[in-house]
């Protein structure tokens, strides 16, 4: 059974930051493109960073460029995502998703384009 599973948000201060984690079950997570995404209250779902197969290639959202850094560990099966200078506006929901199985991307993936989802992990960002 594919599974995919987030953890590591919080609440932080402005400045702050945090690590968070995608630990995949049933499946190899290095086969597949992983993309970072959140919702915030109130808004639609966007990108934030992916990281794709075969090359590693990394892409990030313009708004978190220089703060956030995405990682995978193939032999935890698991992808990180590190982010540092919180700000309030990144204040949402975060999840991960894997898009289709060997799909190689050269830019940050739409959220419509990933195929399966975690249940999200909840960051807050405040003083």
């Known amino acids: 059974q594919v599974q995919l599973v987030e953890s590591g948000g919080g609440l932080v201060q402005p400045g702050g930051s945090l690590r968070l984690s995608c630990a995949a079950s049933g499946f190899t997570l290095g086969d597949y493109t992983i993309g970072w995404f959140r919702q915030a209250p109130g808004k639609e779902r966007e990108g934030v960073s992916c990281?794709?197969?075969?090359?590693?290639?990394?892409y990030y959202a313009d708004s978190v460029k220089g703060r956030f850094t995405i990682s995978r560990d193939n032999a935890k099966n698991t992808v990180y995502l590190q982010m540092n200078s919180l700000k309030p506006e990144d204040t949402a929901v975060y999840y991960c998703?894997?898009?289709?199985?060997?799909?190689?991307?050269?830019?940050?993936?739409?959220?419509?384009?990933?195929?399966?989802w975690g249940k999200g992990t909840p960051v807050t960002v405040s003083s």
């Open positions: 998703a894997t898009a289709a199985l060997y799909m190689v991307v050269t830019r940050l993936l739409h959220w419509d384009e990933m195929e399966y």
């Open positions: 990281i794709s197969t075969f090359y590693g290639s990394t």
